[in-house]
T-cell receptor, first 116, second 113 residues
Framework: GAGVSQSPSNKVTEKGKDVELRCDPI?????LYWYRQSLGQGLEFLIY????????KSGLPSDRFSAERTGGSVSTLTIQRTQQEDSAVYLC??????????????FGPGTRLTVL | GNSVTQMEGPVTLSEEAFLTINCTYT??????LFWYVQYPGEGLQLLLK?????DKGSNKGFEATYRKETTSFHLEKGSVQVSDSAVYFC????????????FGKGITLSVRP
């Protein structure tokens, strides 16, 4: 079946602009995660959605970052007033429930963001 | 807090060599442990996992055993192939942490023919 998809695959923007990154999780998966992969920081958790519960935003690095998940499916990560340090690959993952620590998370191909 | 420490890389091996990639962790409670792999030009994918002490995860000839006494989850393969060239990440999910993954820094493995 279809895996996790993300768009765009690449995004180049100018410092100070806003960007939106999209994630389509695997159908039926109730848990959705955003991570960031950068050279300096490795792979970092950003935010977690589980069903209709309030999201866990504990990994968002600043208030310029926000995310929403509409209808329990598609998610959008928004970065306002982008900075050069935001340049990274943004990864989305989904899992069937997110309630068990043993659940497998399935990752999308990522969006490579470059801030000039 | 929770953390994962991987051995420094990169690692270069000849085909059919034995592979060990070390991974140790710090976590509260009883974490689940994972190895993820990222092949060139591809997304991150699960290689294997273990969810309780003394469990052994295995896949594609790779193995790792959850050792609670040494807080380790070392990855091993008896005979590597060129196609195993990739970046390998050790990770954990901790009790009460919303199943979010905490990753090690990753290690690049290159296998020469």
């Amino acid at each position: 079946g279809a895996g996790v998809s993300q768009s765009p695959s690449n995004k180049v923007t100018e410092k100070g602009k806003d960007v939106e990154l999209r994630c389509d999780p695997i159908s039926g998966h109730t848990a959705l995660y955003w991570y960031r992969q950068s050279l300096g920081q490795g792979l970092e958790f950003l935010i977690y959605f589980q069903g209709n519960s309030a999201p866990d935003k504990s990994g968002l690095p600043s208030d310029r970052f926000s995310a929403e998940r509409t209808g329990g499916s598609v998610s959008t990560l928004t970065i306002q007033r982008t900075q050069q340090e935001d340049s990274a690959v943004y990864l989305c993952a989904s899992s069937s429930s997110g309630r068990a620590e043993s659940d497998t998370q399935y990752f999308g191909p990522g969006t490579r963001l470059t801030v000039l | 807090g929770n953390s994962v420490t991987q051995m420094e890389g990169p690692v270069t091996l000849s085909e059919e060599a034995f592979l060990t990639i070390n991974c140790t962790y710090t976590a509260t409670g009883y974490p689940s442990l994972f190895w993820y792999v990222q092949y060139p030009g591809e997304g991150l994918q699960l290689l294997l996992k273990a969810t309780k002490a003394d469990d052994k995860g295995s896949n594609k000839g790779f193995e790792a055993t959850y050792r609670k006494e040494t807080t380790s989850f070392h990855l091993e393969k008896g005979s590597v192939q060129v196609s195993d060239s990739a970046v390998y990440f050790c990770a954990l999910t901790a009790t009460g942490a919303n199943s979010k993954l905490t990753f090690g820094k990753g290690i690049t493995l290159s296998v020469r023919p």
